[in-house]
């Protein structure tokens, strides 16, 4: 079961009982086919013939006897490879607009290779902080690489992953006939993350300010925030809002959908996978990283509605 801890901050104790990923191993096996041959040695001008025959079967065999040797070492290695992640565990902050997709990789990842899997999901100011607080923990999956600068001194490398798109969204019916970022100034409720802790928040402020229509907002009340990406869309599928600034993955609930607006694509930003200082297996971890560059990964990223980095 993944922990979802989106409002909330985990003491370390609590991180260690309450995150936590159900996974399930599956074991290989190697099937090594073998091969034999026979043949006879008539007399007369027949024998150089069998003897050709013989020698070419006994090659055949061999190769075929390397060929199985060879498979069988190839599979024996893979089998080393992930029973040595059996016993070990990673533990991993991601962002919380991310679980699902993340949820799936790290399950995945689990299934094959039997490493614990265990993740926080949270906004980037509670896991700034648990980071901070416990220094503790082997990766960090940050909404962008911004939110990596506040624990920069415990980031040990980062990689990009994927393309984090920020969104127009309103429910399914438009009330406000909105077509452009512009077009936020008429609202009478906006749903935003919060600007101090979430990277979307940030990024809605940042462009509304932009845009010239940030404080005419304010002044009217007509801002909401809420503590996670995930949060917005669901509150304007249920009519909670008339528009909102979101991760463009979050937008996948019935009575809400996309305004087709290049308006925040200066705003895009890209998702690290930031391995930390306090990484406690290294196997477990470089593992982990080619898995997040595996096509597997990528394909699962892709379903969400992510663009790869």
């Known amino acids: 079961m993944v922990n979802k801890a989106n409002d909330r901050l985990y003491s370390r104790r609590d991180m260690l009982k309450l995150t936590g990923i159900a996974g399930i191993t599956f074991a290989g096996s190697a099937l090594l086919a073998g091969c034999s041959s026979s043949g006879g040695s008539p007399s007369g001008s027949s024998s150089s013939e069998a003897k050709s025959t013989s020698a070419s079967a006994e090659a055949a065999a061999s190769s075929a006897a390397s060929q199985a040797s060879s498979s069988g070492a190839a599979a024996s290695s893979a089998s080393a ?15 919380a607009g991310m679980t699902d997709p993340f949820t799936e990789i790290a399950e995945a990842f689990e299934a094959e290779t039997g490493c614990k899997m265990n993740v926080t999901f949270a906004n980037a100011a509670q896991i700034q902080t648990q980071i901070d607080t416990t220094k503790e923990g082997d990766f960090f999956i940050a909404g962008s690489a911004e939110e990596l600068k506040p624990v920069e001194q415990y980031v040990k490398e980062s990689k990009s992953l994927v393309k984090h798109i920020p969104v127009i969204a309103v429910p399914s019916d438009n009330p406000k006939g909105i077509a452009s970022l512009a077009d936020l100034a008429n609202v009478d409720l906006l749903l935003i993350g919060d600007p101090e802790s979430t990277p979307i928040g940030k990024i809605a402020k940042k462009s509304l300010t932009d845009a010239g229509i940030w404080e005419g907002l304010q002044a009217r009340g007509a801002v909401t925030t ?76 892709k379903k969400y509605g992510y663009e790869l980095a």
């Open 226 to 301: 809420t503590t996670t990406a995930p949060q917005i869309a669901s509150a304007l599928a249920s009519g909670e809002g008339d528009a909102g600034i979101v991760w463009k993955e979050n937008v996948k609930a019935d009575g809400a959908t996309i305004v087709g607006t290049p308006d925040l694509d200066s705003y895009v930003k890209v998702v690290p996978a930031a391995l930390l200082t306090s990484v406690a297996d290294e196997a477990a971890a470089t593992a982990f990283q080619d898995y997040l560059g595996s096509a597997a990964a990528q394909e699962t990223w």
């Open 81 to 95: 490879t992930a029973s040595s992640l059996k016993g070990a565990q990673l533990n991993i902050y991601c962002g």
